[in-house]
């Protein structure tokens, strides 16, 4: 007889939630019963999912000398003991789970108002190691480990990664995209054994949040503090995150992030005047400027304050736009001792516990 039942991707949810130990996943059926914006997220895909990618399952396959010209099923070998697991994402982030994707990739938080609306700085500067992921516990650290769970139609299919931080987040604001939401993309990043068969199914209560950040409510675009007109810009940071060492179940017993560096790079597109000119003279002189993107003001609930100390790594004229001459200028984050390479600063009411 032949299967009735048809599946649709739509059906498919993502869900990240905190970790209090490093290699032991949220599992407690209770805590993903009910919709928790402290505790459990569902995030917001711009469109299908994508799956885990076991990319980094250790597989080896070799033809050894054993009387015959055509592999054996002995000559190939296949592990996740001492693997990776990534999974990609590009979601709608929130006022309610921007901080979670901030945190998850920089793994550096530089301070949490105790009250109000709770409003954290992250930063990446001549300060900045890494944690220590063995110490980090729900009570303190710097640091964030999560679960991430994908939820399958299929009951007891949902992919589950055990630990993820973050190795790469993408924030990026145009106009032209999803109604000119701001959205951010990236790779959940594992060094345990992927749950591909997990029967955890969060609550179809829990459900994303609609706060979102929209291009046309910029209340901040500047560079060294001049306004500017600008039609999209996008930043890039990656930590380079790596697995490190073995457990005696073959999972990480930590990881590595910022080697050799941690890497911020963007782009802007922005209207040629008789300001950004002097953008082209910098970029051609090697000197480095302060860029300001931001929603609200700084401890506004749902404010967002990007600063990137930048320096310009190339520029393009767009001579054929319908609305006038744009450059389109990407550049990377550097620290000058005064400013860091990166701060973002984010308030949402929401308290995190992220610093004691």
């Not at 106009?175 to 992927?194: C, I």
């Amino acid at each position: 007889m032949a299967l009735t039942t048809v599946h649709s991707g739509k059906q498919a949810r993502l869900f990240i939630a905190q970790e209090s130990t490093f290699g032991t996943a949220v599992s407690d059926a209770t805590a993903w019963a009910t919709g928790n914006q402290d505790g459990v997220i569902c995030l917001q895909p711009t469109g299908d999912l994508s799956p885990a990618d076991l990319g980094g399952v250790v597989r080896n396959s070799e033809i050894r000398a054993h009387g015959q010209r055509v592999k054996k099923h002995t000559d190939v070998f296949v592990s996740q003991d001492g693997s990776f697991t990534t999974m990609p994402f590009e979601v709608l982030p929130t006022r309610h789970d921007i901080d979670w994707l901030l945190m998850g990739v920089m793994q550096d938080i530089e301070s949490e108002a105790s009250s109000g609306t709770f409003s954290k700085v992250f930063s990446l500067d001549r300060d900045t190691t890494q944690p220590d992921f063995g110490a980090i516990s729900s009570a303190y650290d710097e640091g964030l480990l999560m679960t991430v769970t994908l939820d399958d139609p299929i009951a007891s299919e949902n992919d589950q990664l055990t630990s993820a931080i973050i190795s790469e987040l993408t924030l990026s604001s145009d106009p032209g995209n999803y109604g000119g939401r701001l959205v951010a993309s990236g790779n959940f990043y594992s060094g345990f054994a992927l749950s591909h068969d997990n029967n955890l199914a969060p609550a179809s209560t829990i459900i994303p949040d609609t706060d979102y950040y929209n291009h046309s409510l910029l209340t901040t675009k500047s560079i060294a503090s001049a306004a500017t007109v600008v039609n999209s810009w996008s930043i890039t940071v990656n930590n380079n995150a790596q697995r490190i060492g073995s457990s005696a179940t073959g999972d990480a017993q930590s990881y590595a992030i910022g080697i050799p560096e941690y890497s911020v790079t963007g782009e802007m597109s922005i209207k040629y005047d008789s300001t950004t000119k002097d953008v082209v003279n910098d970029f051609l002189a090697g000197t480095d400027r302060l860029l300001s993107f931001g929603y609200g003001s700084g401890t506004d609930d749902g404010a967002l304050l990007i600063k990137c100390n930048a320096v310009y790594t190339g520029h393009v004229k767009e001579f054929g736009g319908d609305s006038g001459m744009f450059l389109s200028i990407p550049f990377e984050a550097v620290d000058d001792v005064t400013n860091d390479a990166l701060q973002v600063t984010i308030a949402n009411g929401q308290d995190r516990a992220w610093t004691s």
